[in-house]
């Protein structure tokens, strides 16, 4: 976690490329069927991983690896296919996106496998996740915000629920199943781990626990409804 993602110099990535993925960035996230994974819900994301990457002490280096990871790893959607192939196709154009801007290649990795991480959670056994090494914290930091609607409050956490179905239902799933099925999986296994959350917070007792109760109602309505 030394230096940042972009260490071959000061002056960034080159302009071209800037303006080319930053197009591509903008045209993903106002997409029509965007309705959860927004240009609003990015900027939020990113303000969360602001704060945890203080609050946890991230070096620079793994403070952009969180950074680049939030950005594109919903790059590309796929509401009718399994997560692991939105998140494999995300990685592509990440690499992609770090071969044109001349991006280290073990910074490279680890974006990648923050990527991946985030589609591969539902039928993972808690503790698959990697406790320690040096992906450890990146990947606490970058999996809480991503996960951070989890804490909202009851309703905050309810709208963001229905921009999830309404976002699965764009492509194929009219009747909700697909999207019941994965998502009863996803909140099976949070409920499932220690901790929902890894990383210090301003309030962590108090979002944990709005957490358990928001994924414990859902899973109970879900399970009803199936």
């Given at each position: ?112 496998q923050l990527i991946e ?110």
């Amino acid at each position: 976690g030394g230096g940042g993602v972009n260490d071959g110099g000061a002056g960034g990535f080159p302009e071209s490329v800037q303006h080319r993925w930053w197009g591509r960035l903008r045209d993903a996230y106002c997409a029509a069927g965007r309705h959860h994974h927004t240009m609003d819900r990015l900027r939020g994301t990113l303000a969360c991983a602001e704060e945890l990457s203080k609050r946890n002490g991230l070096g620079l280096g793994h403070r952009d690896a969180v950074f680049f990871a939030i950005l594109f790893h919903r790059l590309v959607s796929k509401p009718s296919a399994p997560p692991v192939e939105s998140a494999r196709a995300s990685v592509e154009a990440w690499r992609s996106f770090a071969s044109e801007a001349g991006i280290h290649a073990p910074s490279v990795e680890l974006v990648a496998q923050l990527i991946e991480q985030s589609a591969a959670l539902p039928g993972l056994p808690a503790q698959a996740l990697p406790a320690d090494g040096p992906a450890a914290a990146p990947l606490a930091v970058f999996l809480d915000c991503v996960w951070s609607t989890l804490g909202e409050s009851e309703a905050r956490y309810a709208r963001s629920v229905a921009e999830l179905r309404l976002e699965s239902s764009y492509e194929h799933d009219e009747t909700g199943a697909t999207f019941a099925q994965g998502r009863m999986a996803l909140l099976e296994e949070m409920l499932r781990r220690d901790a929902i959350f890894r990383c210090k917070a301003t309030d962590e007792a108090e979002l944990e626990a709005r957490a358990r109760k928001n994924v414990d109602a859902e899973l109970k309505r879900l399970t009803q409804r199936a």
